[in-house]
């Protein structure tokens, strides 16, 4: 007796196998790189995006600066003018405060930019 093979379940389990095959190289497969500048790569992304960020950041820091000098500022004035007697209408102190407010916010701007050089 001779033995019978089965040609369509061999060409079945041949191409399983190719398909197989060819599923994992291009798995494997890797673009060729050459000559690539990693840093310059690295450096086009993403970097505008960085640099208003720290803008903002910084924006958000000066404003918090500034807020704390002006009330340390109106602070200090309130107390010059409730220690001065020299007062004679409630409008001329709420001028007086305002100016002297005005006056120290410069001071206290001059004094942060010296402190920065």
Request: proline residues 3%.
């Amino acid at each position: 007796m001779g033995v019978t093979r089965l040609k369509r379940k061999a060409r079945r389990n041949k191409q399983t196998a190719a398909k197989r095959k060819n599923s994992i190289k291009q798995l494997n497969r890797k673009p060729v790189l050459k000559r690539i500048d990693k840093d310059a790569a690295k450096a086009s992304f993403g970097t505008p995006v960085q640099e208003e960020v720290k803008q903002e950041v910084e924006n958000q820091v000066e404003e918090t600066v500034a807020a704390e000098v002006v009330e340390e500022t109106v602070e200090a004035a309130a107390e010059e003018t409730t220690n001065t007697e020299e007062v004679e209408t409630p409008e001329a102190s709420a001028e007086e405060v305002t100016e002297a407010v005005e006056s120290e916010e410069e001071e206290a701007t001059e004094e942060s930019k010296e402190e920065e050089e």
